[in-house]
């Protein structure tokens, strides 16, 4: 009597794999041997499906639901990495290098997954290689995505943290440097120079004729006011200047360290992908091996027997 149920169940598993892209290019009998290999479980809003840094002993495709994948920086704040919906996998770095979880996932809303084991996962892909390959092509697209989330981030965080510490002087000191170094400061002081040399020299001109006369204007040629104007301005926009440059540079500094970080988590997340696969393949050459050798024990075993028959067969 409870036959048809699990029946119509098992219908139902099937045509739910058979929606998932990771599997369109199964066919359908692989589709129903995969079916029979997965356990399907729901978690609640809120629930953690695994904690990062623990074993990974199986992989999880999404059914039904929303998953969050997610890390702590170094400050412990919480990084989303990635949300998965219907028909996306995860947790299968762990289960392809045997090593630990890399993040952790919980559902944002009541989901229902599937559970493939770590030792029938390992028996499907090696038995399904082209399943193998679509698999690395997510996880490397998935790769991407996570180095340009950390990118963006840690690039984000120098930027506010260096502006979180800036005091008012600093805040001084950049926009001066901003101003002291446009085209709009340029030409208001060139401006300020030849009016201030013109109205002197005019002025001289008109009360005495001749523009050097010390006693013609308020600074006469060769204005020596205006010089010791302009080197006073340059003793303190000097100094300014230096200041915010060398905060440029500190954030600079910061920024290198932080891409630096960058690209060393991607080239060991690449390394832990490489070894993986080539876990993978080794698994598929000893598989290989072992069909050889019973292969050829089978073989020997039947040209035994037909041996042996054909030896009674003679002395009949």
Known sequence: MSSPPIAEEFDTQRQAVAAIPLFKSLAPEEIASLAGLLKETTFQDGETIFHENEPGDAMYIVRRGRVRIWTRDADTNEVTLALLEAGAFFGELAVLDGGERSA??????????????????????????????????????????????????????????????????????????????????????????????????????????????????????????????????????????????????????????????VNLKSEQMLQDLTRSMRRLQNDQMEELRALVRQRSSDESIHTQVAGTSESANTRG
């Open 104 to 261: 952790t996932a919980t559902c944002t809303i009541e989901s229902e997954l599937y559970r493939l084991s770590q030792k029938d996962f390992h028996s499907f892909m090696l038995a399904h290689p082209a399943v193998a390959v679509d698999m690395i092509r997510h996880i490397g697209l998935r790769l991407r995505q996570t180095n340009q989330i950390v990118s963006e981030r840690i690039t984000r965080n120098v930027n506010d943290e260096m502006e979180e510490r800036m005091t008012f002087g600093e805040r001084i000191a950049d926009r001066v440097a901003t101003f002291g170094g446009s085209w709009t400061f340029i030409f208001i002081f060139g401006g300020v120079l030849v009016a201030w040399m013109a109205l002197n020299t005019y002025i001289a001109w008109a009360r005495t004729g001749n523009p050097a006369d010390p006693n013609g204007a308020f600074d006469p040629f060769p204005f020596i006011a205006l010089n010791l104007l302009l080197s006073s301005l340059a003793a303190f926009q000097a100094p300014i200047i230096m200041m915010s440059q060398n905060r440029s540079a500190t954030k600079d500094r910061l920024a290198a360290e932080n891409d630096f970080k």
